[in-house]
Every structure is written in structure tokens, then in C-alpha cells.
């Protein structure tokens, strides 16, 4: 038997035991991991030093560096909450969806029930062990989880603390060891992609090409999401301030996510409509990628204005229109292209979109009803912020990953995401036979019975 069987047998194996565990139980493992992710908080900082050093000496892009430092700001402390916040939120296995009485004591029921195992591949960032940790045990699904290269040494440390503390407490809350494994070399990915037996869904986390290469390598379901081409279109209603400060939010708050503005869609007819171009160059830094009417229009407007200097000027490129409105920048560089209406707008991010999330701003309720109707993105926003796109904004505690496909899961894919349904008949001794459409003449009663106060 290969390593790679066996971690989907094992994995297998301990998902068929935590789909029985109590929500309690479940959730008492996750506070233990909390607990001790933060008491090994030195050691696990001193192993992303480590990636990070490597990191820098390899050359590796500013955008995947900022993803790998898990120490900056409250991103540590951020990871903590989210497995709290997983563990608060309300039990996703066994909801009863649906309950139809057949007949006299012959019941069906529609219940929510975990997916199984789930092998989760991610590249840079160190946090998503925790996330996937958290959210596959709190929905009773064993996890295989994959992380980059870059950030072998915080993955090794992370994975040594929950381990431990797994097995530690596995004789106090029954979540059995394999609940959660941790791997490191291409060979084992390779190798687990072709256990279609054993693992019921792949969620690649990073580059498009990591996406790409995985839904051509194996029949698992794949659920993910390749690009953020995320835009944010100004509507000739739209406010000048909400829209010099949603723009600059979307672009500058953390311009490596896959929510961040990529592409900024100007109606020329807003009033004052280059002060959000001026505010997200100045402000912002942003590097403007202007198409050729937009950069003739906007520099006028500056000279006009005498505000035309060397540091607006510094920041003008001309847009590459065969590459730049199907890219994800991550970095502070933004294209700028005029349209005449909601219409065309809905057109353009139709046409470029990866389909994760865009935006309006606009006052005019029936452009924005447009927008948010015509758009075929997993998020849609009407004045606000693309980087609202989380899970963890969501309320869901922490996400999975973001998908853009339209089968089973999309956007934010949190605990909801990672169950499905099966149907339980309850009956007292009934058979098909004695009923119409199976040989028998008992006719079906099909009523569907109230589940607001019902519990099975």
C-alpha cells in the first residue's frame, strides 16, 4: 500500500468517527488547539522567522511574503479568534431541512451531513491550518492539508502543536487521531489526488496556475477559485467621497488578497469623477493603469486644477488592454477604463471577471438593482468595500476558501459549505410493495410536516 493510500485510508477512517461526535466534543478539541496555538505563540514565530529569512534570500514576490508572515500586525491573534469564532457557531451536521410524512409512521427526513474528507492544498499562507482545522472538525470532516514550501517550518510547528493536543485529548472529546493530517512533499499530493475512493473534495488555496494544474490531475471535486479579479465600477450616481473611500480601501487595505479592486470602471460623466483617481494615487500610492481616453481626460482635469505634478505624474502607466483587465496585480496597481453605463460595466467585468466579487457605487437604485442582477460573480456589492469578500466578515468564523463556481458552494465557503445532505427514512416494519409503483395499492400520503420545532 503507497503513504498516500494509507493517509486517505486513515483519513477515511477518523472522518467515520467524528461524523458520530458530539458538537460538544467537537468544539471542546478546538478550544484545546486554541489554547495551546497560543501558548507556543514564541515557537511558532521563531519557525515563520525561519520561512521568512528563506523566503527573502529566494526572492520570493512581496505579495506571497506579506501572505507568509503570520506576525504582522493582529494576523496571529486574527487566526486565534477565527477558531473560537468556529467553535461558537451553531452545529452544521444533523439541521433537519426537510420532513415529509409517506405515510401513517413512515417518515423522511432530510438531514445535513459532513462531506468526509477533504484534502485542502495551500500555498504561503501559514494561518490556513488553523482555518481548515477548525472549520473540518466543527462540520465532522477528517482533513488532509498541504501547505507551500515557503512555509515548511511554520507548518511544521503548527502541525506539531495540534497533533499533540489531538491526541492528547482524544480519550476526553472522542476526536480520534487523523482527524487532521498534515503533509509536506508533492509526491504525497500527487499520489492522494488519484484516491477519489477515500477523499470526496479538493480545496486548492493560491495561484492560479496551483488551481489550474490540480482540476487537470485528479477526478475528486474541486472547489476554489483560480483568480481575484475583483472590480468596482463608478457609476455616474455615485457619491464622490463613499467612492474615493470604498476605492481606496479596496485596493489599499491589503492589496495581496484575492477581494482586493483590480480594475476601476470610471463613467465619465460623475462629477469630479478624477478626485478618485487623485486620492488613489496620493493616498494610496496605487499605481494608475490608465486607458488612453481615461489618461488624456484625467491629466487634463489635474492641469486644470494645477495639480498635475511629478508625484501624480510618477504614477501613470499606460494600460496593457490585451493583459491588464484579466489580472490579478496584488500589489498597489489598478486599471482604469471608462464606460458610458451600468449596462456596458455589467458587460465588461461579465466578460473579464474571475467571478469572485465587483461592486457599485452608485445612489441610483435602479443602476445598482441592474448591476447586482447582471453580474455573474459570487459576491456582488452595492457601495461597499470588495474586501468585505471573507468568511470570517461573513460571520461564518473563518472560511475554507472562496468559491466561484456554482455547484454546492460559493463565495465564502465557511461550515455551510462543507456539509451536504442525506435522507433517513424512519419507519415501523413498511415495505415498497405494499405500495403503488412497486406492486402494491397503498397510495403515498406526501405531506410535508412543520420543522420549525422539530428535532429528530
Same mark, same amino acid.
Given at each position: 500500500m503507497s503513504s498516500s493510500e494509507q493517509i486517505a485510508k486513515n483519513a477515511r477512517r477518523a472522518g467515520n468517527i467524528l461524523k458520530t461526535i458530539s458538537d460538544e466534543n467537537r468544539s471542546k478539541v478546538l478550544y484545546k488547539i486554541h489554547d495551546e496555538l497560543k501558548e507556543n505563540a514564541s515557537s511558532i514565530e521563531k519557525a515563520n522567522k525561519l520561512d521568512l529569512q528563506a523566503a527573502a534570500e529566494s526572492g520570493l514576490a512581496q505579495?506571497?511574503?506579506?501572505?507568509?508572515?503570520?506576525? =504582522?500586525?493582529? !494576523?496571529?491573534?486574527?487566526?486565534?479568534? $477565527?477558531?473560537?469564532?468556529?467553535? *461558537?457557531?451553531?452545529d452544521p451536521v444533523g439541521k433537519l431541512k426537510l420532513a415529509r410524512q409517506l405515510d401513517e409512521d413512515l417518515v423522511?427526513?432530510?438531514?445535513?451531513?459532513?462531506?468526509?474528507?477533504?484534502?485542502?492544498?495551500?500555498?504561503?499562507?501559514?494561518?490556513?491550518?488553523?482555518?481548515?482545522?477548525?472549520?473540518?472538525?466543527?462540520?465532522?470532516?477528517?482533513?488532509?492539508?498541504?501547505?507551500?514550501?515557503?512555509?515548511?517550518?511554520?507548518?511544521?510547528?503548527?502541525?506539531?502543536?495540534?497533533?499533540?493536543?489531538?491526541? =492528547?485529548?482524544? !480519550?476526553?472529546?472522542?476526536?480520534?487521531? $487523523?482527524?487532521?493530517?498534515?503533509? *509536506?512533499?508533492?509526491?504525497?499530493?500527487?499520489?492522494?489526488?488519484?484516491?477519489?475512493e477515500y477523499i470526496d473534495l479538493v480545496v486548492p488555496r493560491g495561484s492560479n496556475a496551483l488551481v489550474r494544474k490540480i482540476k487537470a490531475s485528479t477526478k475528486i471535486p474541486v472547489l476554489g477559485h483560480a483568480d481575484g479579479i475583483c472590480s468596482i465600477y463608478l457609476d455616474a450616481d455615485a457619491d464622490l467621497e463613499k467612492a474615493k473611500r470604498i476605492t481606496l480601501d479596496a485596493k489599499t487595505n491589503y492589496p495581496a488578497g484575492c477581494n482586493a479592486m483590480e480594475t476601476l470602471l470610471v463613467n465619465p460623466k460623475l462629477a469630479k469623477w478624477w478626485k478618485v483617481l487623485e486620492h488613489l494615487s496620493r493616498k494610496g500610492d496605487v499605481t494608475l493603469h490608465l486607458a488612453s481616453d481615461v489618461k488624456e481626460a484625467y491629466v487634463e482635469k489635474l492641469k486644470e486644477e494645477n495639480a498635475f505634478d511629478e508625484e501624480?505624474?510618477?504614477?501613470?502607466?499606460?494600460?496593457?488592454?490585451s493583459t491588464d483587465f484579466d489580472r490579478e496585480f496584488l500589489s498597489l496597481d489598478c486599471a482604469v477604463k471608462f464606460v458610458e453605463s451600468t449596462k456596458e460595466a455589467v458587460e465588461h467585468i461579465n466578460h473579464h471577471s474571475s467571478k469572485h466579487t465587483?461592486?457599485?457605487?452608485?445612489?441610483?437604485?435602479?443602476?445598482?438593482?441592474?448591476?447586482?442582477?447582471?453580474?455573474?460573480?459570487?459576491?456582488?456589492?452595492w457601495n461597499a468595500s470588495t474586501r468585505f469578500a471573507d468568511g470570517f466578515r461573513y460571520g461564518f468564523g473563518t472560511e475554507v476558501g472562496i468559491s466561484t463556481s456554482k455547484i454546492h458552494a460559493r463565495g465564502p465557503v465557511g461550515l455551510d459549505g462543507l456539509v451536504t445532505y442525506q435522507y433517513q427514512i424512519r419507519g415501523t416494519g413498511?415495505?415498497?410493495?405494499?405500495?403503488?409503483?412497486?406492486g402494491g395499492k397503498r397510495a403515498f400520503v406526501h405531506k410535508d410536516l412543520d420543522i420549525s420545532q422539530m428535532t429528530i
Open positions: 505579495s506571497l511574503m506579506k501572505r507568509l508572515d503570520l506576525f =504582522k500586525g493582529d !494576523k496571529f491573534d486574527t487566526m486565534l479568534q $477565527g477558531i473560537k469564532d468556529v467553535a *461558537e457557531l451553531e423522511l427526513y432530510q438531514v445535513t451531513a459532513p462531506v468526509g474528507v477533504l484534502l485542502v492544498i495551500f500555498e504561503s499562507r501559514p494561518e490556513v491550518i488553523a482555518n481548515i482545522t477548525a472549520l473540518a472538525i466543527k462540520s465532522g470532516n477528517a482533513g488532509i492539508l498541504k501547505g507551500g514550501k515557503e512555509s515548511v517550518n511554520t507548518f511544521r510547528e503548527m502541525a506539531r502543536v495540534i497533533n499533540s493536543t489531538i491526541a =492528547k485529548y482524544e !480519550k476526553d472529546t472522542g476526536v480520534p487521531v $487523523g482527524s487532521v493530517q498534515l503533509i *509536506e512533499t508533492r509526491e504525497d499530493v500527487s499520489g492522494l489526488l488519484t484516491q477519489d501624480v505624474r510618477s504614477k501613470i502607466v499606460d494600460v496593457d488592454e465587483d461592486a457599485i457605487i452608485t445612489e441610483n437604485e435602479a443602476h445598482a438593482e441592474l448591476f447586482l442582477k447582471g453580474i455573474d460573480s459570487a459576491g456582488v456589492y413498511q415495505v415498497a410493495s405494499d405500495y403503488l409503483g412497486a
